[in-house]
């Protein structure tokens, strides 16, 4: 037998110690919404998830650069659409001017707006994109991964190139030139064509790249999800778990209470309807004639007060007491809720006297 140390206390300490350490744990992670608040929680899973988070940014970011190339792309089409507008409509005064019927005077007017508009296409050619020529005929290479190792070779378009300044170039004054002019024109729409082909096949490849690098990056946070991110259901089980271990021995440690005299839990009420007041104070008052003549208060006694008492009360027996003046020692006369105070079984000697 030891004295001046108490094993079970320290031991009960400790695991008290070693709950709340838990609870709150526990608690950190359900407001985190992450299993790794602290690099001690998983060593492992910590440097592996920081490695995935690391690859989801740079897989992110590669989907942005493909979406700006997309948008160079889009951007590309929108002028080669009016270039092509502006060919039609060349290729139109074109035919316009072969007529015979019109004179070198009228086909000046159809040159007028012929040249203006081969302007418009030789003014398109130097256009640009956030400072990047659309038309200069410069091919751009596009990142499509993570890594930076793997480039799209964006094909370039160029409407410097001979068959767009040869039709600029023409004139429709007579009719042998519309004639050469027509031929021309023709030559750059057959060549804006492909270039609109190949500005189309550019989006469709990025496009495919970009939604490939959005699964890519779904399967990779999914992967980093199951090492970091908390289960709620489970954790939620955790924390009640801990939370009852520490409520349990805070309790069992602390120093008991000490239990409050018969006299003092046996005083009357101060609140209450005035039947249920009045009630009560005939117990009390009958109860302690008894006591201070030494008579006994037995169980019979306590049934006969009781239903003595509801019947001046004018109600029934109260839900919550059902069967507590049926031969039981352990039970007084009325719960809390009618304000009367039970008499336990303690109180009670062998013969069911009151003592």
Known sequence: MVINTNYSALSSGRQLGESQGMLNKSLARLSSGSK????????????????????????QAAVDNIGNAVSFSQTQDGYLKKVAKALDRMSELSMLALDETKSDTDRGLYNNEFTKL????????????NGVSMFGGSAINVTVNSEGTSNFAYNAVNLSLNSYTVATGSTITTTANASTALTNVKAAI?????????????????????????????????????????????????????????????????????????EEWRKPPSSGSRSELLSARMFWITESSLRKSGRGLSNQSVRRVGRRLLKINRI?????????????????LISASNTFSAIPRKDFGPSGVFV
């Open 36 to 59: 790794l608040v602290n690099p001690s929680d998983d060593a492992a899973g910590f440097a592996v998830s920081a490695r995935f988070d690391a690859q989801i940014n740079r897989t």
């Open 118 to 129: 081969g302007a418009f296409v030789t003014a398109s050619s130097t256009r640009d994109f």
């Open 190 to 262: 057959n060549q804006l064509a492909t270039d609109r082909a190949t500005v189309g096949a550019n989006q469709a490849a990025l496009n495919m790249y970009q939604e490939q690098l959005g699964v890519s990056k779904d399967n990779l946070t999914a992967a980093n999800s199951r090492i970091k991110d908390v289960n709620v259901a489970d954790e939620s089980t955790t924390f009640a778990k801990y939370n009852i271990l520490v409520q349990a021995g805070s309790v069992l440690g602390a120093p008991h209470r000490a239990r409050p005299g018969r």
């Open 316 to 332: 029934g027996r109260p839900d919550g007491v059902q069967g507590g003046f049926q031969n039981r020692s352990s039970c007084g």
